[in-house]
């Protein structure tokens, strides 16, 4: 069982290894850092999924696809909330549809499970899920990722992708959102940016966002103010931590 530090889940599961740069926040992407020391540790899993750019390492391209791994959640007799993919992108390009629906008929089996799937890439997610033989799950959620007012379009998509239960990840918070529509969003995730690297985030910013799912009766969950060291930036915003999660069709939990 992969138990998870992410504040917002409790397992990971990782059929897939590696994935590829889209947009700013993958930058300093933690799974792409983690990748690139695992790959170098000899794990077949993550062969070939990183490449040096100068003194860093980053994504190659390269899809790892492990069916191995693919039955893991029926396995697990606990329901638990699980992070599909967190080293990789389920919905990356190079992910054929047939074994993003080997995927799906898991989730359908194992439905004691409650499952989060991120993705930067909500086109292909819309795409691949409008084919014949992907059902709306009541237990799979469907996320996207917006680090910016510049990918705010992404939420435009989501909203468009047939989904129990949608949210939306601002993490890394790069920039004030402004103005953000959240009609059909359940859920949403706001935090900084973690590592040694780590891009200043601002408390305006996520403000912001927490008003914007107050008055649109959005679950808001703060996941941390990352930096550096983000056990020491913790996670508390106004006096308070927000672990808000949505309920079915419902705001708060």
Not at 86 to 99: A, I, K, Q, T, Y
Not at 153 to 176: H, K, N, Q, Y
């Amino acid at each position: 069982m992969a138990t998870s530090d992410i504040e917002w889940t409790e397992s990971t599961w990782n059929p897939v290894a590696g994935c590829s740069l889209v947009s700013p926040g993958c930058t300093n992407c933690y799974a792409m850092r983690m990748a690139g020391r695992l790959q170098a540790m000899g794990m077949d899993k993550y062969a070939g999924t990183t490449r040096k750019s100068g003194r860093r390492v980053v994504w190659s391209g390269r899809i790892n696809l492990f069916e191995y791994a693919l039955k893991a959640p029926l396995g697990w007799t606990r329901p638990r909330r699980i992070f599909v993919n967190s080293m990789s992108d389920l919905f990356h390009e190079g992910v054929p549809p047939w074994f993003i629906r080997r995927v799906w008929e898991v989730m359908e089996h194992a439905d004691w499970h409650t499952y989060q799937i991120l993705t930067k890439r909500p086109e292909r997610m819309r795409e691949v899920l409008g084919n014949d033989g992907f059902k709306v799950l009541p237990n799979v959620w469907l996320g996207t990722s917006v680090e910016s007012a510049d990918y705010a379009r992404r939420i435009d998509v989501l909203r468009a992708t047939p989904a129990a239960v949608r949210f939306v990840s601002f993490e890394p918070l790069l920039g004030p959102m402004g103005q953000v529509d959240l009609t059909d969003i359940h859920w949403a995730i706001v935090g900084g940016e973690s590592g040694p690297k780590a891009r200043r985030v601002e408390q305006a910013w996520v403000d912001e966002i927490r008003c914007t799912c107050r008055s649109q009766k959005v679950a808001f969950f703060f996941k941390q103010w990352g930096g550096t060291n983000k056990k020491k930036s913790g996670r508390v915003l106004n006096g308070r931590t927000w672990d808000e999660y949505p309920t079915g069709q419902s705001c708060f939990a």
